[in-house]
């Protein structure tokens, strides 16, 4: 019985393969196949989501897998093979004039038994496997349409889901390091008996941040509002409707499963649950691409329910109405997103268009789809009597109930009013920009193609039963909330460790009607005085369009995250790369080359090398003794010369002095007169002058010769290092070969030269050239300064 | 016979292989290589799958010999060497069609196996370095083939850093001839009673030889002859020089590490960080150089060297797990690896592409080998349900096992290396498959090779994926050798 799990995870990949062969040969068979082993999937599934079915297998993928069914693992794989058997059905027509519809049937289908793994999952490796294999199979199902948006989508989303992939597989090495096991249950145990939690925070954190990047959590929503409104429409139902909903399982198991009642992380989730729900909803009221639109409302109901996970940790065991607002929350997104994603591939499929001023007053006259899509915006906003009022509802009172049970303990409740409050705005906005969409596309007229022909068959019976079932399901679940939303809230408690509510909801009590009806006010106000007032503006025709007032600078993705993942990071990275890399292989050269030179030597020495090298040698070496012996001459010469002169001079000086002091005393003393004694100074002052000259001209003579020679020596050197540099730097091949040991400007500079593709071969080699060059000079100069 | 029976593996595909030019009927040729190693391939299994055996063959003095056995390891590494190297052997029957000098390149291809074959089965040090220094000789030839002026000075390249690299290990030898009781393999070690008294200097003779066989295993600092010699050579010669001959150098290491030096001389000291940190930054310097290389087989090549040092990481960080990991990873990496070469091949061969700046929608042209081509990425990346994954899973879990701050260094460098290698493949994978609205459908041309390249991607690529789902024989198996080891 438990085999029927592994089918369930197995058989859509033996589909996929079966439709793939089909599709080469007939492509409505194919079609036929798809929705048929979709359909039996559902039936599986619907079959065993109530039964407590366990399977396990040590031996696959090394550390074996585990399945488990039962309780919230059921209502998820129910709503997954619904989404995905609504989704095919839609296909068919969808895909009519599509390009490699293989491909996209086959990727479809292997990612519907990957979903399933994910969710059946009972152990963090099996999760891991199958998350991994959904997000590389979706990924095609993103970049299917092929047109450059699809493809940056597509490359954006392969990046989140890789990198978060890989950091939530960090994070497992460190939980099973620390643990020795994955089992969810195992897990929980192990770390609510441990006293130290601190590490097991890190740990999981890494593990939210895959989950979290597929749930489209912030700040890595990024993918979510670029991927949606390029894929196709079937596709984008599967990505918002399930594929986040894998993140929002990873979530759950990590929030109610691991750390169960911790309100540590209870509080770490709801934060980002609240960035997320108000983030979402604020961007989609600025969109004015009906995807784009239905994408941010994706991310802000994923906002949602990420608020309910977290007020489940922090009400501890009285978490019952924060975990039935959670999985009716998850069940009453899937329905009306899937809904709307639909309705917006009716529109495409018409119109090739998703800018709601091209597709404005479009649907005036297509009564089905404006009451399908009109279903969709009653659930999503809140109103009573359709889905999405139950759910929200019970979010709403979980957190009024913490804020009652604070103020019971007298503790601040300021947080979580805010909290609430940006709850009730969140669902003021959806509403807002729900209404946008619908009056733009079904209420107003196109003032630009008022005589639109109108087609009177603008959608096939299969895909017209599809939107009635999704929007008869809506009214369906906001209608009987009693016998339908309280019993999967019951069967999904096993799961969130919630017990039975101390009193059963009031769903139309006035009391939680309330909060709606704030929301009402709050969607009525936003739409009339912003949307209305700001975001409609006359063109240059005097016609009114709605305006992306979202300024395009504020993009964390363009802003932040491409320069810093696509340039920044490379750019060091590479850097340290490169010199890596070609640090030691020139050292290597170098030193062989040398070694090669001296073994050739050594090997056949001959006069004409010897000769050869020796010359320049000796020239130089006789150049630099000629110049010290030079030096060493003029040094003595000038001593010498400057001491004789001096003594001389002294000598002279004495000699002349006494000799005249002599006279000139006797003269003035046979004879005194003024005359005498001006002769005697003036002799004085001579002397004087003429011995400083001749200092003046010694010293001009000395600053001449350091000046030559530490010209000369700087000159010589650094001719001898650039040589010495340039030939460890060649491919010493060449300067073998070459037989000349000549420096090869030509060669040498065709190395820069860019070649077709646009590659610089050089590039790298100047780089590490200049900076050899660089760090041999600063060395010398170095050591030259210290000696 | 008995233990004879070791010796054909050896000596069957060398004898043989000397014999290849001399037949002059292509035809002719063709099958005689495709018995001769289906049979080598045959008979390496039966003897992996049956008893151990031993044999001496020549006694030189004490300490040499040339002497054979099969252990564990042997098993591994003769077992997927000899069936890798058949695959190449039946998709290099068509590639080499448009090379000249078949014949010579099938017989250095046939010695070469034989020679590989010898290193896998060796008891001792000095038989190991025997074939070691072979293999060198014998792959050159491959790497030069083309005879450009640029595959020459590659092979010239790939023979200098070989060389050179052998050398150190050699070194290595003399002082374990002096410390050690024995030179053959013993599980554990075999260093003496006076190795105790010079450790540290025997740590240092330790790292010379670890540098010395990194050679091979493109480790740094002696990796630089990967990229030169891989884009130039054929491609199945690189395919192998990439999966197995790079393997041997790991084969190497392992000997010294674990049957030579002996585990528990070596971990804890510094000679054991030493190494890491070398693995660790090869890891990020080769996935870096191949992230930023433009063409396709020198992108591999880098890959390569990245690669190759996962396996080293396990090695040296010395647990079980880890161990285990890195031998997973060998097997992972020879088959990955392969089929990326051949595909390279593959599209050089129909296309003449060796940019990938030039491989738009190429996808669309050769579907069944982009499709291996992709299966082999997710593989490199280490994405589920490929044997990558299980790998690297291996690999950091048994890292995480050490008391040491290095190996978790070597995690993050793990995930940082494996998003590069998912930015440098799949980004050719999403070209292949998605050229773009513009893409001009009506030049489409269908430019399949035919079965002798496709079957070995085919074969290689459903390898991988089997791996990554059934490990468990396999693991088991390495969890015997690993029992024998710590």
């Known amino acids: ?787 | 016979m008995g233990d004879y029976v070791l010796l054909f593996p050896v000596f069957f595909p060398i004898l043989c292989g000397i014999f290849m030019p001399f037949v002059k009927n292509e035809k002719l040729r063709e099958k005689i290589v495709l018995v001769i190693l289906f049979v080598e391939a045959l008979v390496v299994f039966c003897l992996a799958f049956g008893s151990g055996h031993s044999i001496e063959v020549w006694r030189i003095s004490r300490m040499l010999s040339i002497s054979f056995s099969n252990d564990g390891i042997s098993r591994l590494f003769s077992c997927f060497i000899s069936a890798i190297w058949f695959l190449a052997a039946v998709f290099s029957m068509e590639y080499m069609k448009h090379e000249n000098n078949v014949g010579r390149f099938f017989m250095f291809y046939m010695v070469s196996l034989g020679v590989l074959m010898g290193i896998s089965f060796s008891s001792n040090f000095m038989t190991m370095y025997l074939f070691y220094e072979f293999m060198t000789l014998m792959t050159m030839p491959l790497v030069l083939h083309t005879e450009t002026p640029e595959a020459i000075a590659a092979g010239l390249k790939y023979l200098g850093y070989s060389i050179f690299g052998a050398g150190l290990g050699l070194i290595g030898f003399f002082f374990l001839c002096i410390y050690g009781t024995t030179t053959e393999f013993v599980a554990g070690g075999v260093l003496n009673s006076m190795a105790q008294s010079h450790a540290d200097f025997l740590r240092v003779v330790y790292l010379g030889m670890m540098i010395g066989f990194g050679c091979k295993a493109g480790m740094y600092p002696l990796h630089a002859w990967l990229p030169t010699a891989h884009p130039v050579a054929p491609a199945p010669a690189s395919a192998v020089l990439s999966g197995i001959i790079t393997k041997c150098g790991v084969l190497a290491i392992i000997r010294t590490t674990y049957y030579l030096f002996g585990v528990d001389f070596l971990i804890g000291t510094w000679v054991q960080d030493v190494i890491l940190v070398l693995s660790v930054s090869t890891i990020f310097m080769g996935s870096m150089l191949a992230y930023k290389e433009k063409m396709l087989k020198k992108r591999l090549a880098y890959s390569s060297i990245s690669q190759v040092s996962y396996v080293l990481f396990g090695i040296f960080v010395m647990t079980p797990q880890a161990f285990c990991g890195a031998l997973l990873q060998v097997i992972a990496h020879a088959i990955a690896k392969n089929a990326l070469f051949m595909s390279a091949g593959a599209i050089i061969y129909k296309t003449g592409h060796t940019y990938v700046t030039e491989l738009k929608g190429i996808g669309k042209q050769m579907p069944i080998v982009m499709a291996c081509f992709t299966v082999a990425s997710l593989s490199l990346v280490g994405i589920p349900p490929t044997a990558g994954f299980i790998s690297k899973w291996f690999l950091a879990t048994g890292a995480l096992e050490a008391n040491n701050v290095i190996p978790v260094i070597g995690i993050v460098v793990l995930i940082i290396s494996a998003l590069l290698t998912a930015g440098y493949l799949f980004t050719i994978v999403a070209d292949a498959y998605f050229p773009g609205k513009d893409f001009d459908y009506s030049k489409l041309e269908n430019k399949e090779p035919n079965m002798f390249m496709i079957v070995p991607l085919v074969v290689l690529a459903a390898a991988i994926v089997v791996v990554g789902i059934l490990p468990s024989h396999i693991i088991d198996f390495f969890t015997s050798i690993t029992t024998d080891i710590f």
């Not at chain 1, 095919?88 to 996209?104: A, M, Q």
């Not at chain 1, 891991?128 to 199979?137: Q, V």
Request: hydrophobic residues 50%.
């Open chain 1, 1 to 787: 019985m438990s085999a029927i799990l592994v089918f369930i995870v197995i058989f859509p990949m033996f589909a996929a393969v079966i439709s793939y062969i089909i599709g080469k040969y007939n492509k409505n068979l194919r079609n036929y196949w798809a929705c048929v082993s979709v359909f039996v999937e559902f039936l599986v599934s619907v079959f065993v989501c109530n039964k407590a079915l366990f399977y396990k297998s040590h031996t696959l993928f090394g550390l074996g897998i585990e399945f488990k069914c039962g309780g919230l693992r059921g209502i998820l794989i129910v709503i997954a093979a619904f989404v995905w058997l609504m989704s095919t059905l839609f296909s068919n027509e969808y895909f009519k004039h599509y390009r490699n519809r293989n491909r996209y049937y086959f990727f479809m289908i292997i990612t519907l038994g990957a979903t399933m793994g994910v969710f059946l999952s009972a152990d963090f490796y099996t999760t891991l496997i199958f998350f991994e294999i959904m997000s590389f199979t979706s990924w095609v199902l993103v970049m299917h349409d092929e047109t450059e948006n699809a493809i940056k989508a597509g490359m954006t989303y392969l990046t989140v889901a890789v990198i978060g992939g890989l950091i939530t597989l960090m994070g497992m090495f460190f939980l099973y390091n620390s643990t020795g096991t994955l089992n969810f249950e195992e897990l929980g145990e192990i770390i609510s008996q441990s006293s130290y939690k601190a590490d097991y925070y890190i740990y999981c954190v890494m593990v939210f941040v895959g989950f979290g990047a597929k749930a489209g959590v912030f700040p890595a929503h990024i993918w979510l509002p670029e991927a949606h409104p390029v894929a196709p429409a079937p596709a984008s139902a599967l990505l918002s409707c399930v594929l986040t909903k894998t993140g929002v399982f990873g979530t759950l198991v990590l929030s109610t499963q691991i750390f169960v009642y911790d309100s540590t992380w209870g509080f770490f989730i709801l934060v980002l649950g609240t960035i997320t729900m108000f983030l979402g909803a604020f961007i989609a009221v600025f969109s004015i691409n009906l995807k784009r639109t239905l994408a941010c409302s994706s991310l802000s109901q994923i906002g949602f329910i990420l608020v309910g996970i977290g007020m489940q940790g922090l009400l501890g065991e009285h978490n019952a109405l924060a975990s039935g607002g959670t999985i009716l929350h998850v069940l009453n997104h899937s329905v009306i997103k899937m809904t709307l994603f639909l309705c917006a591939g009716a529109v495409y499929m018409n119109l090739h268009e998703l800018d709601i001023n091209k597709i404005r007053g479009w649907g005036r006259d297509k009564k089905l789809l404006k009451l399908v899509f009109l279903q969709g915006l009653l659930g999503i906003g809140g109103i009573p009597l359709w889905g999405g009022y139950i759910s929200k509802t019970l979010l709403h009172e979980s957190i009024v109930e913490y804020i009652v049970h604070l103020a019971q303990h007298g503790e601040s409740t300021i947080v979580f009013n805010i909290i609430e409050w940006v709850f009730l705005i969140s669902g003021g906005l959806t509403l807002a920009y729900m209404t946008k969409l619908f009056v733009a596309v079904f209420v107003e007229k196109n003032e630009y193609e008022s005589d639109k022909e109108n087609e009177k068959k603008y959608i096939t019976k299969t895909s017209a039963i599809v939107l009635i079932v999704c929007a008869v399901l809506i009214s369906a679940f906001g209608l009987m909330p009693y016998k339908i939303m309280d019993n999967v809230a019951y069967a999904a408690r096993a799961f969130m460790n919630s017990h039975q509510p101390d009193h059963s909801v009031h769903y139309f009590a006035w009391v939680n009607v309330k909060g709606a009806v704030i929301s009402v006010l709050i969607a009525a106000f936003v739409y009339i005085f912003v949307i209305r007032a700001l975001l409609i503006k006359k063109d240059k025709n005097g016609k009114s369009v709605y305006i992306n007032a979202w300024p395009k600078w504020l993009s964390i993705e363009e802003k932040i995250y491409r320069p810093v993942l696509l340039n920044i990071l490379p750019f060091f990275g590479g850097s340290i790369a490169n010199l890596m890399n070609i640090s030691f292989e020139r050292v290597f050269r170098g030193v062989s080359a040398l070694a090669y030179g001296i073994c050739r030597y050594v090997a056949e020495p001959s006069f004409d090398k010897t000769v050869a090298v020796i010359t320049p040698m000796t020239i130089n070496v006789c150049g630099y003794a000629e110049m010290s012996f030079e030096v060493v001459c003029k040094l003595f010469e000038n001593i010498s010369a400057i001491a004789v002169n001096f003594f001389d001079e002294l000598f002279e000086w004495f000699r002349k002095k006494a000799e005249s002091i002599l006279s000139v005393i006797m003269e003035f003393c046979v004879e005194p007169s003024f005359e005498d004694l001006y002769k005697i100074s003036y002799r004085f002052f001579e002397r004087i002058a003429v011995i400083f000259s001749g200092l003046i001209e010694n010293l001009l003579l000395w600053m001449l010769i350091i000046i030559v020679v530490v010209s000369r020596f700087i000159k010589s050197t650094y001719n001898y290092i650039v040589q010495i540099v340039l030939y460890f730097l060649f491919n010493y091949e060449e300067i073998a070969y070459d037989g000349k040991r000549q420096f090869r400007k030509d060669a040498y500079f065709s190395r820069f030269s860019i070649d077709k593709h646009g590659e610089n071969e050089g590039g790298r080699d100047s780089l590490s050239m200049a900076l050899i060059l660089f760090g041999i000079g600063v060395v010398a100069a170095l050591i030259y300064l210290i000696i």
